[in-house]
């Protein structure tokens, strides 16, 4: 089910202007990947070219290869929409489709892609997805309401499950707790911790407690100064990262002496 | 319950030298302040009460003035056989031809600027779409009574000089409507966030499902707003149907063929015929003024007809409108 993802060398641009430089690294399947690091040090550009998410933006591309098992998702017969039915994402903030209820908005992937489900099949899945996000019971009742009718913590994990319900291999999280209180913050990670039963998961978070609790591995990234191209300053077990990095730069960052 | 105080001394007395120099420092002391508050609140009332005269004024001209001729037989009857003073005739032609025409320029303009709008916002990157805005521009200024000579000279060269029928008119009327529409849908494209075309994109949907079914789908009110404000625009349009459709007493169903009647052009026409010569002796009922009474009833009838189209939009809007009740 999950899949090992393998980066090598990857510089990624926005037009002419390389925002991050020469990244390689490996994401083992079935964990929690965290990558910190100071506010635009490239973190999440990064993390969107692992679903090449951030073509989407003109002008962005990128030198170097992402590998899932051996298959470079930038190869010329790769399907960008394809890739990002295997590594969903979920974003910063919260992002149910205002037009649809909680139950169409889990079926988002299935049914905007036309595909059709017989309505035993869309019950088993929206109950089957919301249960895997932790917010079933919550909203069992009122499946036909607005998604845009709960709270921020409830989005969150109502985007966590259209984004499960596609059956990914890997799930990207952009920073999903930035917007949240601490309760809901507590929830997102106890799913994290679930979800990694089944799922390859990468987490970007600018809380470290947060990397520290639920990641087995951690990422930093850091930036020379401004207008100089992010780096992937080391990367270790969690544990190892927190109590003993092998680089100066991450000690000083992990114990706030950054800057 | 407790309270909590911030003070060492529970339920201590404020001190009232301190209460009367914090009550001199939260007053609102400043006069000047509060007298341009003053004008500036009586100019824009002022400005609002003028903007509303001149439409009330209308409103009420035309209501008084179209009452009286205004009923169930001048709405069902066309002015077929109509002559003189007689106290005869509608528009039920007109309105006929109005629908039509205006249904007409609306089933090309919408596809043609909602397209292009699709285009400009979704795909549109570079020179081409800069043209394409820029001649946007250019479009939405071009007289009415130019539309109309464009499109009688573009049917003209298919069936000769002097062709005369519905369908030309709902090009000279497309020509005035495919600038707003594409404009007040560009827009209402643009206020759709970003982040539900990422949700999209990250769920593995492609870029024109993503257009169809999340973008259009939570702008589909706007749009139908723009498309209104658009019909509204043109539906009162006289100068280029007198060119391209012409004027006709009896009814024309047919958009392809012949002459069509419209509001607009009805009261243009019955205005310029002026008052009526009356014969005392021969005629039994002749009106002098009948004339200027149904040109006053179908500006009320047009009046009503877009008041009628902007409620149905309304209607639409609240329909379509993104769920955001708890």
């Given at each position: 089910m999950a899949q090992r993802i393998d980066v090598k060398d990857l510089d990624i641009y926005y037009s002419d202007f390389l925002a991050v430089q020469g990244v390689s690294m490996l994401i083992e399947p079935k964990s929690v990947t965290a990558f910190i690091g100071p506010s635009g040090c490239g973190k999440s550009t990064f993390l969107r070219t692992l679903n090449r998410?951030?073509?989407?933006?003109?002008?962005a591309r990128v030198d170097g290869t992402v590998e899932m098992e051996g298959v470079d998702?930038?190869?010329?017969?790769?399907?960008p929409v394809a890739v990002r039915r295997q590594v969903g994402m979920v974003f910063q903030r919260p992002n149910p489709?205002?037009?649809?209820?909680i139950r169409e908005n889990v079926l988002a992937g299935v049914k905007l892609n036309n595909k059709r489900i017989s309505k035993s099949a869309a019950d088993e899945l929206v109950e089957s997805s919301l249960h895997g996000a932790n917010l079933w019971n919550e909203v069992k009742d009122r499946l036909d309401r607005p998604g845009s009718g709960l709270s921020g913590g409830q989005q969150q994990r109502l985007c966590i499950a259209r984004a499960i319900a596609v059956k990914p291999q890997v799930l990207l999280m952009d920073e999903p707790c930035s917007a949240l209180d601490p309760i809901s913050t507590l929830a997102i990670e106890d799913l994290v911790a679930e979800l990694k039963d089944e799922y390859t998961i990468v987490i970007v978070t600018h809380n470290m407690q947060q990397a520290a609790r639920v990641s087995d591995r951690t990422a930093f990234f850091n930036i020379a100064g401004t207008g100089k191209p992010g780096r992937l300053v080391e990367m270790d077990d969690t544990a190892t990262m927190f109590s003993?990095?092998?680089?100066q730069a991450t000690e000083d960052y992990i114990s706030g002496r950054f800057g | 319950m407790t309270t909590v105080t911030t003070q060492a001394g529970p339920g201590r007395a404020p001190d009232p030298e301190r209460t009367a120099a914090v009550r001199a420092l939260l007053r609102g002391a400043d006069a000047r302040r509060r007298r341009t508050d003053k004008t500036m609140t009586a100019l824009m009332w002022g400005a609002f009460v003028l903007a509303m005269v001149p439409l009330a004024s209308v409103a009420w001209t035309v209501v008084a003035n179209g009452m009286h001729q205004f009923d169930g037989y001048f709405l069902t009857h066309s002015m077929r056989g109509v002559f003189g003073g007689m106290d005869a005739g509608g528009i039920y032609h007109a309105i006929i031809g109005t629908l039509l025409i205006t249904l007409g320029a609306a089933a090309i303009s919408v596809p043609i600027g909602l397209l292009t709008a699709i285009y400009l916002v979704e795909y549109g990157r570079g020179a081409l779409a800069r043209w394409v805005t820029f001649f946007v521009d250019v479009m939405t200024g071009i007289p009415s009574i130019v539309a109309g000579l464009f499109a009688y000279a573009l049917f003209a060269v298919f069936f000769g000089p002097g062709v005369r029928m519905g369908v030309v008119g709902s090009v000279a009327l497309s020509v005035l409507m495919i600038p707003v529409v594409v404009r007040s849908c560009e827009e209402m494209l643009r206020l759709v966030p970003n982040e539900l075309r990422e949700a999209a994109y990250a769920l593995g949907v492609p870029k024109w499902l993503t257009v169809i079914k999340v973008v259009l789908r939570t702008s589909v009110a706007g749009i139908t707003t723009g498309v209104m404000l658009s019909v509204a625009r043109v539906i009162g349009e006289t100068a280029p149907l007198l060119i391209t459709v012409g004027v006709v007493d009896s009814i024309n169903?047919?958009?392809?063929?012949g002459r069509m009647m419209t509001l607009p052009v009805y009261v243009y026409r019955q205005y310029s015929q002026g008052l009526v010569p009356c014969n005392d002796a021969l005629d039994a009922v002749c009106i002098p003024s009948i004339n200027y009474d149904r040109a006053w009833a179908a500006a009320l009838a047009l009046i009503l007809i877009v008041m009628l189209l902007n409620l149905v939009g309304r209607l639409v809007t609240r329909w379509f409108a993104p769920k955001t009740l708890r």
């Amino acid at each position: 089910m999950a899949q090992r993802i393998d980066v090598k060398d990857l510089d990624i641009y926005y037009s002419d202007f390389l925002a991050v430089q020469g990244v390689s690294m490996l994401i083992e399947p079935k964990s929690v990947t965290a990558f910190i690091g100071p506010s635009g040090c490239g973190k999440s550009t990064f993390l969107r070219t692992l679903n090449r998410m951030h073509e989407v933006i003109p002008g962005a591309r990128v030198d170097g290869t992402v590998e899932m098992e051996g298959v470079d998702l930038y190869g010329a017969d790769v399907d960008p929409v394809a890739v990002r039915r295997q590594v969903g994402m979920v974003f910063q903030r919260p992002n149910p489709f205002p037009t649809m209820s909680i139950r169409e908005n889990v079926l988002a992937g299935v049914k905007l892609n036309n595909k059709r489900i017989s309505k035993s099949a869309a019950d088993e899945l929206v109950e089957s997805s919301l249960h895997g996000a932790n917010l079933w019971n919550e909203v069992k009742d009122r499946l036909d309401r607005p998604g845009s009718g709960l709270s921020g913590g409830q989005q969150q994990r109502l985007c966590i499950a259209r984004a499960i319900a596609v059956k990914p291999q890997v799930l990207l999280m952009d920073e999903p707790c930035s917007a949240l209180d601490p309760i809901s913050t507590l929830a997102i990670e106890d799913l994290v911790a679930e979800l990694k039963d089944e799922y390859t998961i990468v987490i970007v978070t600018h809380n470290m407690q947060q990397a520290a609790r639920v990641s087995d591995r951690t990422a930093f990234f850091n930036i020379a100064g401004t207008g100089k191209p992010g780096r992937l300053v080391e990367m270790d077990d969690t544990a190892t990262m927190f109590s003993s990095p092998s680089q100066q730069a991450t000690e000083d960052y992990i114990s706030g002496r950054f800057g | 319950m407790t309270t909590v105080t911030t003070q060492a001394g529970p339920g201590r007395a404020p001190d009232p030298e301190r209460t009367a120099a914090v009550r001199a420092l939260l007053r609102g002391a400043d006069a000047r302040r509060r007298r341009t508050d003053k004008t500036m609140t009586a100019l824009m009332w002022g400005a609002f009460v003028l903007a509303m005269v001149p439409l009330a004024s209308v409103a009420w001209t035309v209501v008084a003035n179209g009452m009286h001729q205004f009923d169930g037989y001048f709405l069902t009857h066309s002015m077929r056989g109509v002559f003189g003073g007689m106290d005869a005739g509608g528009i039920y032609h007109a309105i006929i031809g109005t629908l039509l025409i205006t249904l007409g320029a609306a089933a090309i303009s919408v596809p043609i600027g909602l397209l292009t709008a699709i285009y400009l916002v979704e795909y549109g990157r570079g020179a081409l779409a800069r043209w394409v805005t820029f001649f946007v521009d250019v479009m939405t200024g071009i007289p009415s009574i130019v539309a109309g000579l464009f499109a009688y000279a573009l049917f003209a060269v298919f069936f000769g000089p002097g062709v005369r029928m519905g369908v030309v008119g709902s090009v000279a009327l497309s020509v005035l409507m495919i600038p707003v529409v594409v404009r007040s849908c560009e827009e209402m494209l643009r206020l759709v966030p970003n982040e539900l075309r990422e949700a999209a994109y990250a769920l593995g949907v492609p870029k024109w499902l993503t257009v169809i079914k999340v973008v259009l789908r939570t702008s589909v009110a706007g749009i139908t707003t723009g498309v209104m404000l658009s019909v509204a625009r043109v539906i009162g349009e006289t100068a280029p149907l007198l060119i391209t459709v012409g004027v006709v007493d009896s009814i024309n169903f047919n958009l392809f063929e012949g002459r069509m009647m419209t509001l607009p052009v009805y009261v243009y026409r019955q205005y310029s015929q002026g008052l009526v010569p009356c014969n005392d002796a021969l005629d039994a009922v002749c009106i002098p003024s009948i004339n200027y009474d149904r040109a006053w009833a179908a500006a009320l009838a047009l009046i009503l007809i877009v008041m009628l189209l902007n409620l149905v939009g309304r209607l639409v809007t609240r329909w379509f409108a993104p769920k955001t009740l708890r």
